[in-house]
T-cell receptor, first 111, second 116 residues
Framework: QKEVEQNSGPLSVPEGAIASLNCTYS??????FFWYRQYSGKSPELIMF??SNGDKEDGRFTAQLNKASQYVSLLIRDSQPSDSATYLC???????????WGAGTKLIIKP | DAGVIQSPRHEVTEMGQEVTLRCKPI?????LFWYRQTMMRGLELLIY????????DSGMPEDRFSAKMPNASFSTLKIQPSEPRDSAVYFC??????????????FGDGTRLSIL
């Protein structure tokens, strides 16, 4: 079992709909959770991070964390074609600042 | 504020040559990370530094790879001799200390390395 798992996709969502991206992790001691967006040929770009159970909203993006079930999700409301990218989930396992990365989910927003 | 700066952006060289990748972290950041990204293996951590000291180099694939951080504003990743399987995009990232594992990493634009 991989430490951080994501569905590779592609996930196809119509423009204007809600895109839901999921990530599960294996280590219950994980403390911090990050979502990065990576456009083709570009570097990963931080979208959001979350530490506490529950929801965290930032504009059209909402991160949801459930430590009991060991999953973190990213919701994108009112999806736009410019949201088409690969979304990487990263988990900080302990206090040594290493991030454990998922393989990423490719999201396609269809106009 | 300037972000993480990497050079060169692209490097094409022949097998057996020495390759040096460079990184300037965000000013004030005390953690620096070197990653490699390929389609097959995704994003892999190679090594990371805290206050210029290497903390974990377990991701360095073999002795051909070495990394240094002579001061807080500069790091290098060297491959000698290079091999075609080293072809990948190499990213440098930096972050700020802020308590146990709660500071995001900021990435440079990467170096696209091709070994012929």
């Amino acid at each position: 079992q991989k430490e951080v798992e994501q569905n590779s996709g592609p996930l196809s969502v119509p423009e204007g709909a809600i895109a839901s991206l999921n990530c599960t992790y294996s280590d219950r001691g994980s403390q911090s959770f990050f979502w990065y967006r990576q456009y083709s040929g570009k570097s990963p770009e931080l979208i959001m991070f979350i530490y506490s159970n529950g929801d965290k909203e930032d504009g059209r993006f909402t991160a949801q964390l459930n430590k009991a079930s060991q999953y973190v999700s990213l919701l994108i409301r009112d999806s736009q074609p410019s949201d088409s990218a690969t979304y990487l989930c990263a988990v900080n396992r302990d206090s040594n600042y290493q991030l454990i990365w998922g393989a990423g989910t490719k999201l396609i927003i269809k106009p | 504020d300037a972000g993480v700066i990497q050079s060169p952006r692209h490097e094409v060289t022949e097998m057996g040559q020495e390759v040096t990748l460079r990184c300037k972290p965000i000013s004030g950041h005390d953690y620096l990370f070197w990653y490699r990204q390929t389609m097959m293996r995704g994003l892999e951590l190679l090594i990371y530094f805290n206050n210029n000291v290497p903390i974990d180099d377990s991701g360095m694939p073999e002795d051909r790879f070495s990394a240094k951080m002579p001061n807080a504003s500069f790091s290098t990743l060297k491959i000698q001799p290079s091999e075609p399987r080293d072809s990948a995009v190499y990213f440098c990232a930096s972050s700020l200390f802020g308590g146990p594992g709660n500071q995001p990493q900021h990435f440079g634009d990467g170096t696209r390395l091709s070994i012929l």
